[in-house]
């Protein structure tokens, strides 16, 4: 059975059973799930539906899920290429119940999918199963119902040191929903070396694990205590490259149909044999999915968080092709390849694959350099000491060249190399202090809310006649707020907006007669609990009194400017700079917007004048802006575009500005285009690579801003002296020649002041062979040490010169050969030598050459060793 069947077959045999079929979520969490890296297993995308805050109109779900394992706590990246069954992306096949059938059903269905002769059917004497060593229910549904062999069902108990710590026992994390498991094993036979789970030889490749089902029972609290669920649920995963393997009777997940197509593709674009036995192979192939799939949905190349980790993998599978031979771009030929071999199921792929293609061959170009640097490094450590690899220079490869660990340690460990982790951990302390992210997954336990659902009626009113559901200080529930105390505020009707999808919450008052608090700000406590928080101005309020709930109405209308042209500006963005243009995060306050969104390159002046025209002619255009509700299948069809980052439900929120822009937004928003005002754009930046952020202003900030820009340009007129504004720039133009003037007449009077010291740096010329050899620290810019050291190699033919200068913490470094040397002593050697002991690197002429470093510490050193490099070219 081939993979695309196989992943087919699962989703229609659950559809069957009555589940809906829920489309994989994007492997990027959504913006308030701050504890995944990456999405790592098919319940991800319910987490929230079993904690009881969100709720679906299904209770029986099936997916397909993509996932990624590779950073974090969930990070399969260095096995992969060394094992038949790790990889960084992989699709997990799962069935799902939300407080429905617990169990019983989930074993059933797992055991008639597997051996059925209509679906699968798997041998039952190859398939034995384990189960929590308390959870007598399991055991005997497996031996009594669906008559498993006693001898073939394998208790698991607390393996892992701590109460309820088992391989048999699932939780989120170290709170959160969790229960014992009961997992399908398959066993490959006798002939290959391994012992059945629970066995001192389980880490054998004979019996492997095909399908996990988790009955999720309790919630772990902070303290440690299991409290019961009221709502029993359960969460399933079975392998897809797994199962596949199985059913195509190899071993290794790289020999099923999808991997052994991808295989030859990457034998073709590197340039060598396929062969099964080849690791580099398996790890390009594998990465090319894990790296493919994340740029469509939105990840980019960069130095921090997702992005690096992305960067790490598109690094990895250079180096193997670097490895196989290939030293040109290869890998982003791929892309058409893996969208050949799962496009149908991943349209995203066929898509974007113009777009990722970009990307990838952008990152390995830039890597390319680095690549070849960092070997050269590798080998010149190797060659002082061939058995082990010390924590400074793994640090220097990692912290100068951009060699993440994992490339040092896979060549050490295809070596045989030791390397020194200790060290390189004491190197890294303080990064991995800033970058270690929380992994661990936790109920929202700031406030403890059980009551009804608030109602949000502020998309049509201002004000709302409300009843107190609870009141908090301190983050504990209280009957009573008094005045000076800060606390938070439920009530049952509420016209303040929650924070979300980028737009800040909400600020007013909630009042009855003389008592009032003042609400600053306001957020979701679960997905329909708002949460109003602030401050006890006067009087007291009590739980169950009637109050007046007041947005503060012109707040709230600067909010609603500045995110309807947040939307109007990302059709604009997308209609001048292309639809590859998506979303990356947004912030709309009532000063102003910010929209970061995917474009490699800055945004011309010429290009951010059209967008906003474009956007004030929507403005003026005085279109009406209308919302409608219907299912998220629905909106799309209609054209609506769905937003990077955000969670949406089956049924969802669709505004339309007429034909100038339609997307799923649940934020709040002008009546019409012309309530928005002058739309201006304020700054342009990058913040990561591939990213980019505009500013934008609206109303009447936008005219503040107008208006002080013109201030500061009559300033500047007054400043110079100019009649008018006209005439501005051309008295700037004659003050920047005059400068330039003065600057270039400093610079030759420079320039014969370094000449006539470098007369005196020959006088002391050290011999070397033939050579004479100057080499010093001295005090001067780049241009200067140009100055000196062409002069000096001028003076005769067998002259070597090696100049360094440090300015502002920079090193500046010029290296000269008299040209009858450069035969055996190359100027580009030369400065190398001394600026990759310093964190740089340069280039040039064989006569002549230049470099820059940053590690001022270790420059005396680096100019000491010159002498012997020198010696070293026997001249």
Known sequence: ??????????????????????????????????????????????????????????????????????????????NVGYTARHHTFFEMLGN??????????????????????????????????????????????????????????????????????????????????????????????????GGPPGSAEEDGDRFIEIWNCVFMQYNRDEN???????????????????????????????????????????????????SQDMPSLKVIADHIRSCAFLIADGVLPSNEGRGYV????????????????????????????????????????????????EILQQEE????????????????????????????????????????????????????????????????????????????????????????????????????ESKILALYKDGEAVEQLHAGEAGAVVIDFTPFYAESGGQVGDVGYIFTGENRFQVLDTQKIKASVFGQFGEMLAGSLTVGDAVTAQVDNDIREASMRNHSATHLMHRALRDVLGTHVEQKGSLVTPERTRFDFSHSQPVTAAQIAEVERRVNEAILANVPVCAQHMTFDEAIAAGAMALFGEKYGDQVRMLSMGEYSTELCGGTHVSRTGDIGLFKIVSESGIAAGVRRIEAVTGMVSLQYVQQQEELLKAAVAEVKAQTTDDLLTKIAAMQTHSKQLEKSLLQAKGELA?????????????????????????????????????????????????AAVNAGKIAITAGVSKELTKTVK???????VATQVGG???????????????????????AGVADWLKAKAI
């Open 1 to 78: 059975m081939k993979t695309a069947e196989l992943r087919s077959k699962f989703l229609q045999f659950f559809e069957s059973k009555n589940h809906q079929i829920v489309p994989s979520s994007s492997l990027v969490p959504p913006q308030d799930d701050k504890t995944l890296l990456f999405t790592n297993a098919g319940m991800n995308q319910f987490k929230d539906v079993f904690l009881g805050f969100d709720k679906r109109p299904y209770h029986r779900a099936t997916t397909a899920q993509k996932c990624v394992r590779a950073g974090g706590k969930h990070n399969d990246l260095e």
């Open 96 to 193: 799902f119940s939300f407080g429905d059938y617990f169990k019983r059903d989930a074993l059933l269905f797992a055991w008639e999918f597997l051996t059925s002769p209509q679906w699968l059917n798997l041998p039952k004497e190859r398939l034995l199963a384990t189960v929590y060593a308390e959870d007598d229910e399991a055991y005997d549904i497996w031996l009594n119902e669906i008559g498993m062999p006693a001898n073939r069902i394998i208790r698991i108990g607390d393996n892992k040191g701590a109460r309820f710590a088992s391989d048999n026992f699932w939780q989120m994390g170290d709170t959160g929903p969790c229960g014992p498991c009961s997992e399908i094993f398959y066993d490959h036979g006798e002939h290959i070396w």
């Open 224 to 274: 440690g205590n299991m409290n019961k669920l009221p709502r029993p649920s359960v969460d399933t995963g079975m392998g897809l490259e797994r199962v596949s393997a199985v059913l195509q009777h190899v071993h290794s997940n790289y020999e099923i149909d999808l991997f052994v197509n991808l295989l030859h593709a990457v034998a073709r674009v590197v340039g060598v044999s396929y």
């Open 310 to 357: 992305l960067r790490r993998i598109i690094r990895r599978a250079v180096r193997h092709g670097y490895k196989l031979g290939c030293k040109q771009a290869f890998f982003h030929l791929l892309v058409g390849d893996l969208a050949k071999e799962m496009g149908q199921a991943y349209p995203q792929l066929i898509e974007k694959q113009t777009q990722i293609s």
């Open 365 to 464: 170009t830039r890597f390319a350099q680095t690549l070849e640097t960092g070997m050269a490094l590798l080998e010149t450590a190797l060659e002082k000491d061939s058995q082990s690899l010390s924590g400074e220079v793994i640090f220097k490869l990692y912290d100068t060249y951009g060699f993440p660990y994992d490339l040092t340690a896979d060549i050490a460990r295809e070596r045989n190399i030791s390397l020194d982790e200790e060290g390189f951990e004491r190197e890294m302390a303080a990064q991995r202090a800033r970058a270690r992210a929380a992994q661990n997954f936790k109920a929202n336990t700031q406030l403890n809310y059980e009551g009804t659902d608030t109602e949000f009626r502020g998309y049509s009113e201002r004000q709302s």
């Open 755 to 803: 000449k006539q010291a470098g007369m005196s740096l020959l006088a002391q010329a050290q011999p070397i062979g033939t050579a004479r050899l100057v080499v010093s620290q001295v005090e001067a810019d780049s241009n200067a040490l140009r100055e000196i050291t062409t002069s000096l190699t001028a003076k005769g033919d067998n002259i070597v010169v090696l100049l």
């Open 827 to 833: 100027a580009g050697e030369l400065v190398n030598f």
């Open 841 to 863: 690197k340069g280039g040039g002429r064989p006569d002549l050459a230049q470099a820059g470093g940053q590690d001022v510490d270790q420059l005396e050193t680096a100019l």
